[in-house]
């Protein structure tokens, strides 16, 4: 498993395409915190799971004021249609090109498999990584996680 | 390891004694097809250990992907404010294919409930706040998809067939 980075550490600036003409910057969600959820691929029932999961737990995340971004490599148009399938109410990130260097600068790539790992990441609204958390790949890490750091972070 | 952040309480629908020594709980949606699954199995489970367990069932209707899922699960709750929770949680599994209105009116016809306030309150969304409380308890204990068991508080992280359920619940007793 990679080494995620950790808590305290500022997190890398990005900036990725969520539609095929549209792009999402990190510092664009400064002043509130933000979730990064990294997940292997589109389509597969795990993934399914997850996002479904955080999809259905959005408004919750919100009473936090934080925005949720999924991340993977999947490119625009396999986002769009599988955002449009689970009817998916948060951005995916595609980290199509160069393929997974915004995971790598997370150190949330896979390099022998070629996606990310299913890693999470809750950015303060200063920026810094208040908590971040590296699931193996098969296993759906829920959201109770997030869900404390956002209740830990300082109001 | 996940636990259960609401423990069981009177406020829950519970099968059997509150004092038994295991108490098992499912996180379900009435639209998931593995919940139906589980269904036979958790019937399974309370025929093998008799009054040694008690089941609780929880909502956690997955909304997005099953349109069926919350209006079901306040029905059961529609159902439950009259002393029937646990018939129309059977009925609604075991007709999950014909989830709907049409099916809902049906089976509050058949457990004599009435069907226009039992129309009434899904209209209302009389019930949504009590299956949104459920599922936020669930989304704080670690639920990640349905159903999700939990054993005597603990996340069950298994196969929910029925010899790895009876295996965790022998553990637990």
Not at chain 1, 128 to 135: D, F, K, P, R
Not at chain 2, 118 to 142: I, M, N
Request: glycine share 8%; proline share 7%; charged share 20%.
């Amino acid at each position: 498993m990679a080494s995620i980075l950790p808590a305290g550490t500022l997190a890398p600036e990005f900036s990725l395409h969520v539609t095929p003409d549209q792009k999402l910057s990190l510092s664009e969600l400064r002043g509130k915190p933000v979730i990064l959820a990294f997940y292997p691929a589109d389509w597969s029932p795990v993934c399914g799971d997850q996002m479904a999961l955080y999809n259905e737990i959005l408004p919750e995340f919100q009473k936090h004021g934080a925005e949720l971004v999924g991340i993977s490599v999947d490119g625009v148009w396999s986002h769009a249609a599988f955002a449009k399938d689970r009817h998916l109410h948060f951005p995916l990130a595609a980290d199509f090109e160069p393929k997974g260097e915004v995971a790598r600068s997370y150190g949330a790539y896979r390099s022998d498999d070629g996606v990310t790992e299913r890693a999470l990441f809750v950015i303060d609204k200063n920026g810094v990584i208040a908590w971040s958390y590296c699931s193996p790949l098969a296993i759906n890490p829920g959201a109770e996680g997030i869900l404390q750091a956002l209740e830990d972070l300082p109001k | 390891m996940s636990k259960l952040s609401v423990p069981v309480s009177t406020k829950d629908h519970m099968e059997g004694d509150p004092a038994a020594p295991c108490i098992l709980v499912e996180y379900g949606d009435y639209q998931c097809p593995h919940c139906a699954h589980a269904h036979p199995i958790v019937k399974q489970l309370q025929l093998h250990f008799g009054k040694r367990l008690s089941f609780v069932f929880r909502n956690f209707p997955l909304t997005q992907i099953h349109p069926w899922a919350e209006p079901a699960a306040e029905a059961a709750e529609f159902a439950g404010a009259q002393g029937k929770f646990w018939q129309m949680h059977d009925l609604l599994l075991e007709n999950q294919r014909n989830l709907g209105d049409a099916l809902f009116s049906q089976l509050a016809i058949s457990l004599e409930l009435s069907a226009p306030q039992l129309e009434a309150a899904l209209e209302e969304q009389a019930f949504r706040s009590r299956v949104r409380a459920d599922f936020t308890g669930g989304a704080r204990s670690g639920v990640n998809g349905t159903p999700t068991f939990f054993i005597n508080g603990q996340r069950h992280n298994g196969s929910f067939e029925f010899d790895f359920l009876s295996e965790a619940i022998e553990k637990a007793l």
